[in-house]
């Protein structure tokens, strides 16, 4: 493994670089239907080799997607972190979480965590979010991180939609810093639990 | 900070097979956009290449071997790209040789596959190996046959049809 990945820390999560034996939950989301908008589904062997770019990311910028490991159990949820691909437009803040662990908050949390990480520790001073604009719950996890649709901003390829962080400023001590901590603590620790199962 | 990996150097005559630099991208790119890839898949655009050239380093990750970017001593340029890949889909492990343009006819592909194939038997348990390839490409069988490999039997690497070439086990080279 390419040494040196940090290894970020959140309330339910750990974030840590993608390793060989985490490659079969990658490949299960990426040659499924779940890909389609991440350029696939994609074929084994394709799955394979946007894996291993995803720790050679690391090796060229420094920097790149994280692996997304629940922090009592460590299976795996999905990725999230930075990616830049030659003659990109801008640095992108990117995700995919496994279909069967949506709707957890567990997006939100790692994305938060990854961009806190680049502001503080890596001196971003900004980021995008390159989406489709039929993936609907990327659009909406966008929003919810604070990211607004940038209509002026250079697109990938033109089939794309810009989504524009916001700065490190516009999240130091703001209502906006608050809401989206607000809404991650409620992830992490719910009010209102439900109790027992749903019978119907 | 650069995460780092700690991939082998080997040195032969005229060549350092060593990991990837940043500045092998250009000619790496170059490559999969010429006709020359047209046996590994390729032309190739530079995105897709972009992901291959990053891959490379991630599958020294994933397997704990891989292919060595091939630097030329004379000239200090890149030549190409050699050694074991193990892909998801693959069979086993195979040893593979890309030559940039321009460094062909000199025996450098055979100088380095040789150099490659012999330490990835001592080093990384990888004996006896094999060789995808094209039915059509005759400079790499020809390659391959120099090498002291042989025709094992047909098959196909990611979706495409394939000779299946063995090489001699370390002993028997």
Redesign the interface.
Known sequence: ??????VIETKRLVLR?PE?ED?PDF?ATFTSYRARFMGGPL???E??????????????R?YGMWMIHDKDTDETYGMAGGWM???WPEKELAWVIWPEAAGHGYALEAVDAARRFFYRERGWDGAVSYIDPKNLDSIRLAERLGAKKDNDAPTIDGSDAVYRHPSPAALRGTQLAHGIEMEISHYQDPLFKPKGWAID | MTATLNIPVIETERLILRGPHEADFEPFAAFGASDRAIWVGGPYPRLRSWGGFLATYGHWALRGYGMWMVEHRASGATAGRIGMIFNDGWDEPELGWHIFDGFEGQGLAYEGAKAARAHAARHFGLDGVISYIDPANTRSIALARRLGATHERDGAVAGHPCHIYRHPTAEAA
């Not at chain 1, 799955?47 to 090796?59: D, F, N, T, V």
């Open positions: 493994m390419p040494k040196n990945i940090p670089g060989a490659y490949k074929n084994a062997y799955s394979w080799m946007l894996y291993a770019a995803e720790i050679g990311h690391w090796q060229i420094g691909p030659a003659r």
